[in-house]
């Protein structure tokens, strides 16, 4: 398949410039985008980094280079994936075993902020970022009022995709398809959840896929009903739902296909069931258009699950986004 992919230096340019146009207006004299192995969509999103082990940020001031902050372990690594030229290492961003590392020289948050000339901070992945660091940095700006939630700031940003982005994501989503094949080619009575979700792995791996979007899980049976789940052992059966969540990363972009299957005959109950989800997909589909607010399109399929007496089956909303996070 061919699936070779990759952003130019030009995308994560421009994605800074927008950042410092986001700073415009506000009081803030940077961001720092942070970031963790699970969760590292925003530095991805700036450096094309992905913290392993060890936690990371971005630093983008008002005027002058950004920098990639990242823990002492990491400089071959990072400076091998980032697009930023400046890498800081900080003993703040150490795995979480926080070793001494007895006659380590980087610099804290003191000295950091002030070569960039910081005084007042907006941090991205606000309610992710550890409170111990965050006193820490507090410190060295003189006070938790120096300190802002910037989360909402920087989103439009992100939000909305460049047309590398779509076409990175619509990549990713043929990646995805490639694993959910190899499931049903391979489906079988008495598979272990955990190896089917080995196969639809392994398929997308070799079609192209950086990673999995996120632990890809299979759920069958008394299981079926977990929204947010891992595989188990459990061997899957003829005639009960199995229910499956796969997605493909590339270049940190992930999509996802849920599907239910179901092995040998289906029950006529378990047929009904699934025809509304299938239905209520198909209807999103229809109701999700420009301008159309996502709380009236999500109520209109709800009333629909609803009225055909499903409506305790409703989690959440019938859709998301998708981008650097499933």
């Known amino acids: 398949m061919d699936t070779e992919f990759?952003?130019?230096?030009?995308?994560?340019?421009?994605?800074?410039?927008?950042?410092?146009?986001?700073?415009?207006?506000?009081?803030?004299?940077?961001?720092?985008?942070?970031?963790?192995e699970s969760e590292p969509a925003g530095v991805r999103y700036f450096s094309d980094y992905w913290p392993s082990f060890e936690t990371a940020g971005v630093?983008?001031?008002?005027?002058?280079?950004?920098?990639?902050?990242?823990?002492?372990?990491?400089?071959?690594?990072?400076?091998?994936?980032?697009?930023?030229?400046?890498?800081?290492?900080?003993m703040d961003f150490r795995e979480s075993s926080q070793p001494d590392y007895p006659g380590s020289s980087h610099p804290g948050w003191k000295a950091i902020l002030s070569r960039f000339g910081v005084k007042k901070l907006g941090i991205t992945g606000f309610h992710m970022f550890p409170y111990t660091i965050m006193t820490n940095i507090a410190s060295a700006l003189?006070?938790?009022?120096?300190?802002?939630?910037?989360?909402?700031?920087?989103?439009?940003?992100?939000?909305?995709k460049s047309a590398l982005e779509r076409e990175c994501l619509r990549r990713s989503a043929k990646i995805s398809e490639k694993g959910f094949e190899a499931i049903l080619r391979s489906i079988r009575p008495g598979m272990t959840e955990a190896e089917l979700c080995g196969i639809a792995t392994a398929a997308m791996l070799a079609n192209g896929?950086?990673?999995?979007?996120?632990?890809?899980?299979?759920?069958?049976?008394p299981n079926s009903d977990q929204a947010i789940s891992r595989p188990s052992?459990?061997?899957?059966?003829?005639?009960?739902?199995?229910?499956?969540?796969?997605?493909?990363?590339?270049?940190?972009?992930?999509?996802?296909?849920?599907?239910?299957?179901?092995?040998?005959?289906?029950?006529?109950?378990?047929?009904?069931?699934?025809?509304?989800?299938?239905?209520?997909?198909?209807m999103t589909f229809d109701v999700m258009r420009a301008g159309t607010p996502a709380a009236e399109a999500a109520k209109?399929?709800?009333?629909?699950?609803?009225?055909?007496?499903?409506?305790?089956?409703?989690l959440y909303g019938p859709a998301h986004g998708c981008g650097q996070m499933e």
């Open 6 to 36: 990759t952003f130019p230096q030009q995308e994560f340019d421009d994605r800074i410039a927008r950042a410092r146009t986001a700073l415009e207006g506000t009081e803030l004299d940077a961001f720092l985008v942070f970031s963790t």
């Open 59 to 90: 630093l983008i001031p008002r005027e002058g280079d950004a920098a990639l902050i990242i823990g002492p372990e990491s400089l071959t690594y990072a400076s091998a994936r980032t697009r930023i030229p400046t890498v800081i290492q900080t």
């Open 142 to 160: 003189g006070g938790m009022e120096n300190i802002v939630n910037a989360d909402a700031l920087l989103r439009p940003v992100t939000i909305k």
């Open 209 to 221: 896929a950086e990673a999995t979007g996120y632990p890809v899980w299979c759920c069958s049976g």
């Open 233 to 282: 052992l459990r061997r899957v059966r003829e005639g009960e739902i199995i229910h499956f969540s796969i997605g493909a990363k590339l270049c940190g972009y992930s999509t996802s296909i849920g599907r239910p299957v179901v092995l040998g005959r289906c029950p006529e109950e378990t047929r009904k069931f699934m025809q509304v989800g299938l239905d209520a997909l198909n």
């Open 300 to 314: 209109k399929v709800h009333d629909f699950i609803r009225a055909k007496g499903y409506g305790d089956a409703i």
